[in-house]
């Protein structure tokens, strides 16, 4: 992704040598993704139907969870709002009241248009009328990662970037600055540049082997280290949504792809075996497994800083935290989009280097509370797992958040970075958070208006979902279009 | 569960008239009408230097707006004149005056922010003024004035404005508001507070020694802040940083037509300014005691003035305490430029009625509260203060103030802007990403360098897409009326 944007959007500014090993394998387990990779497409100039050709894409309104906040529970985080979008407060203030007061209120995802289409397992692209409620959600990709990153590749290359295979061995380093000079490969070939950027994973060759920047642990409030992955047959639906069930130690994901689905459980190791996971995961996939349970270590956390010098961390070389909420491929392509916009000099500028590391830290802290909340809002005790997260004290940051909303149903606002209000407000009702108080301004219309208003609401939502195509029949039609 | 409302706050007393208390007043009893709401409008023991400001940003319509008040009302009545921007004169003395306007610079443009674009314009020698591509500058600065078209495309469709108020006339106006809606005005004067245990407001004691008790409070008595001082005396100083401490004004007679662009001009001790209403004018000076004499700065106005008027920059960092929360100058004291103070007041009632707490008044909603006054007070500083950092007067009392050493937060900004016109980005900002860019610019601030990204667009482009938006922006200057044909025009009327 970094040398695709990079050749793309500097053209002829610099030149990009991207060191690729074919005998380190791609990480991906089939990825689902949030809708800000469509604006990385699209500035790459890379069209929707190319994309979901080559990548086996189907399309994404949001995340099942099951069983989160307790055992039996489901509800959806759409890329969508809730409500009409009309008002001066927000919509969820005037479902709480409903239910304050005691009337029968329906979950809110009964008000929201993604959420609708998702349990029809329809998919229709939204409206570009603002009035309308179909403009009301936005939509991701679930893709098979190992084929996006080809075609990345022919991109990159064809714009003009070198591509060598190979091993790095060392990494020379200046002895006065401490920045890297140049990579030595393992057939002795060595490679010199201005800037390096380690998109390594785990490895994190650079910047944490040759750097050693420290890796600051979260580990105490995200314990899962580890995954078991495990592709199979589609026998079920393949769902515009993907699918995060809670398990007795950890969750499982559910990534339903064109030709398959994919599985991964992640988990704990302190609490699960590998074999136990692999057992559990084999006996809960809905199809025909195709490969072999393959298991993943990892520990969440992040570089204390992403870019030292005049090396630069990108993806899981700069940290890492579980894809619960599909948010791997958007951390990457914001730092990418931070790197562009800094691009430096050769000398580099501390200003730019401080600039990068202040927006990425920025962004890894959001996820992580949001991250967190999933694990801390619930009720299970059914395992020690469950027991140890859930008793686990939350940052103070996430502590004010939940207070905020349960109080008064106040969302902390913020216009940069991911996860805005809807997405807290479906996790917090989602997991059993719903608030004690509501604006004071939505008590002011007539309770029976406010009652009729929204059950017309819900009807009109779930009438138009019903008028889109089915999921599987608006992939067809756009598979039709891409052949003719 | 709890039923919303059992533990509904019913009274509010609000604490000083002025504008600022009448405003926060209206907007409680307009916007929520369930509650009882108290001014004690004799409180504070002197106007504050709102009560003196002619300037108002575009803000002012939504608080209008949410009040349900019309511009027939607000504006027309009132003899308010609506305005464009501010025409900056003597903070550089190498480079010619320029105009903060509100509103996008500029075309949209291929590879990044237009600024960039203009930057590497600039460079190459074929760039017109920065503040010329801005249409509501570009009016301002022609003395016309027509409301924006409805087309983000256009070069008139992207340009907001404010108010030129009459203070009195506004506030007579607010006042009847208030009253209309049913706020309970009390006349008689406030002796003291009497604080809680706990540091929290027990009652307020008024002169005849009867009391008033609400659930909540608002300090709106300026800068005396006669609630908050009774509960602590945490202030954060910013006399360091906005180096002007004294201000006098002198409503003066309307002598030509009202212009949309009112002047602040920079002079040895400070600055000064000059802003028309409808019906009058209003002239100012700003300075540092320091710096000159208030002989000296009283005769560099005309007509009967007002003051000096002391005041010292700096915020609390608590605004909302307990069941306490002062608003405007109780909370933050920033000198006039950029006229944000009403700005700030509109805010403050706003994120209040937003957060409206309930009796048990937990920390949650003040800590939350606290937290954003804080970084938008920051902010407005930072902003007024690079007038100051940017400038390159040589009298004694200029050079000290780009010598200082900023707030990281200005710090930073300006050292990304320096190297590569980039602006961080804030939450909360007051002033958006055009004004940031057209004080830089307009006082001479320029990238050290060109911008990777927009290198990755011909630069014959830019300069093609440049001249078309400057051309367009002079033809649909000349083709808008007057400022006072427009508000003699009865057909202009705000549509609602």
């Known amino acids: 992704m970094t040398a695709a944007a990079l050749t793309a959007l500097l053209p002829h500014q610099c030149s990009v040598h991207l060191v690729e090993s074919e005998a380190i394998g791609i990480i991906g387990v089939g990825e689902a993704t949030l809708p800000h990779m469509r604006a990385f497409n699209q500035r790459l100039g890379i069209s929707e139907a190319e994309f979901v050709t080559a990548t086996r894409a189907t399309f994404k309104l949001g995340i099942e969870f099951r069983d989160w906040g307790r055992i039996g529970d489901s509800y959806i985080h759409p890329f969508g709002t809730y409500g009409s979008g009309q008002g001066a407060v927000d919509f969820h203030h005037y479902w709480a009241r409903l239910a304050l007061a005691g009337h029968a209120v329906p979950p809110i995802e009964a008000f929201s248009f993604a959420c609708a289409l998702a349990r029809q397992n329809r998919f229709a692209l939204p409206s570009s009328d603002r009035q309308a409620l179909s403009s009301t959600f936005d939509y991701a990709y679930q893709l098979d990662a190992q084929s996006f990153a080809p075609l990345l590749r022919r991109r990159a290359e064809a714009a003009g970037a070198q591509r060598t295979e190979g091993m790095v061995s060392a990494v020379e380093r200046d002895g006065e600055t401490g920045w890297i000079t140049r990579l030595r490969l393992s057939d002795g070939r060595t490679i010199e540049g201005d800037l390096f950027i380690d998109c390594s994973g785990f490895r994190a060759l650079l910047i944490g082997e040759a750097l050693e920047e420290p890796f600051e642990d979260w580990s105490r409030w995200l314990p899962c280290d580890r995954a078991v992955a495990l592709p199979c047959r589609t026998a079920t639906a393949v769902t515009p949504y993907t699918s995060a069930i809670a398990e007795g130690a950890g969750w499982r994901w559910r990534i339903p792809l064109q030709h398959r689905t994919g599985n991964g459980y992640v988990y704990s190791s302190a609490h699960l075996s590998d074999d136990a996971a692999a057992a559990r995961l084999g006996a809960a996939v809905e199809g025909e497994p195709l490969a072999e349970p393959r298991v993943l270590r990892f520990r969440a956390g992040r570089r204390r800083r992403s870019w030292v010098g005049n090396c630069l961390a990108m993806g899981l070389a700069s940290g890492f935290l579980e894809p619960l909420e599909s948010t791997s491929i958007y951390l990457v392509q914001a730092a990418i989009t931070a790197l562009i916009e800094l691009f430096p000099e050769r000398d580099i500028a501390a200003t730019d280097r401080d600039e990068f590391n202040r927006l990425v830290d920025l962004e890894y802290d959001r996820v992580r509370d949001f991250l967190i909340l999933h694990y801390h809002a619930t009720t299970r005790t059914d395992s020690t797992f469950w027991h140890d997260v859930r008793s686990t004290p939350v940052p103070d940051s996430l502590a004010e958040k939940i207070e905020l909303f349960r109080r008064r149903g106040r969302i902390v606002r913020y216009s940069e970075g991911i996860f805005r209000d809807a997405s807290w407000i479906a996790v917090f009702t989602g997991q059993g958070i719903v608030p004690q108080g509501i604006d004071r301004r939505a008590e002011r219309p007539a309770l029976d208006d406010v009652a009729r208003s929204m059950a017309d609401l819900r009807d009109a939502i779930a009438d138009q979902a019903a008028r889109a195509p089915g999921h599987v029949a608006f992939l067809d039609r756009q598979r039709l279009a891409v052949a003719a | 569960m709890t039923v919303p409302g059992e533990r509904a706050i019913e009274h509010v007393a609000v604490v000083g008239g002025g504008l600022t208390g009448w405003s926060a007043a209206a907007a409680l009893k307009r916007r929520l009408p369930e509650l009882t709401v108290t001014l004690l409008a004799e409180a504070a023991t002197a106007p504050g230097l709102i009560d003196h400001l002619p300037g108002a940003l575009p803000s002012i319509h939504d608080f209008h707006a949410d009040l349900g008040l019309g511009d027939g009302d607000a504006v027309h009545r009132t003899g308010a004149a609506y305005r464009l921007g501010t025409l900056m004169t003597g903070w550089a003395t190498d480079r010619p005056d320029y105009v903060h306007g509100y509103g996008a610079h500029g075309p949209a443009l291929p590879g990044g922010s237009f600024h960039l674009h203009w930057v590497r314009a600039q460079y190459d020698g074929a760039a017109p003024p920065f503040d010329q591509l801005a249409a509501g500058a570009a009016l301002a600065r022609a003395g016309r004035f027509a409301t924006p078209v409805a087309s983000s495309q256009d070069p008139f469709g992207r340009y907001g404005y404010g108010l030129t108020i009459d203070p009195p006339d506004y506030l007579a106006m607010l006042r009847a508001f208030a009253e209309h809606v049913g706020v309970s005005v009390d006349h008689r004067g406030v002796a003291g507070v009497a604080p809680t245990e706990r540091g929290w407001v027990d009652r307020i004691v008024l002169d005849d020694g009867d009391t008033v008790r609400a659930d909540l409070y608002l300090d709106c008595t300026g800068s005396a802040a006669r609630l908050c001082a009774a509960l602590d005396d945490e202030w954060e100083d910013w006399r360091r940083w906005l180096p002007c401490d004294r201000i006098i004004v002198a409503s003066v007679p309307l002598r030509d037509a009202p212009s949309p662009l009112d002047r602040a001009s920079a002079w040895a001790a400070g600055w000064r300014w000059s802003a028309t209403g409808a019906r009058s004018a209003s002239e100012g000076i700003v300075y540092h005691a320091d710096a000159t004499t208030d002989d000296n700065a009283r005769q560099m106005l005309s007509g009967a003035t007002t003051g000096p008027m002391a005041f010292a920059a700096g915020t609390r960092p608590q605004p909302w305490r307990g069941n ?153 200057v000349a083709a808008r009326p007057p400022l006072a044909a427009f508000l003699g025009d009865p057909r202009q009327a705000r549509p609602q």
């Open chain 2, 324 to 476: 306490c929360v002062a608003i405007g100058e109780a909370a933050t004291v920033i000198e006039p430029l950029g006229w944000s103070a009403l700005h700030l007041v509109h805010s403050a009632i706003d994120r209040l009625i937003t957060m409206f707490p309930d009796r048990e008044l937990s920390g949650v909603e003040a800590a939350d509260y606290n937290r954003q006054a804080h970084a938008e007070a920051e902010r407005v500083r930072d902003f007024v203060l690079l007038h100051y950092a940017a400038s390159s007067r040589p009298e004694p009392f200029w050079p000290q103030w780009r010598e200082a050493t900023l707030p990281a937060s200005l710090e930073h900004s300006l050292a990304l802007f320096r190297d590569r016109g980039r602006l961080p980005f804030y939450e909360h900002e007051t002033f958006d990403r055009d004004e940031w860019l057209a004080v830089l610019i307009g006082q001479g601030v320029l990238p050290r360098r060109i911008d990777p990204l927009v290198r990755s667009y011909p630069a014959a482009d830019a300069a093609r897409h440049i001249a078309a938006w400057h051309a367009a922006i002079a033809a649909g």
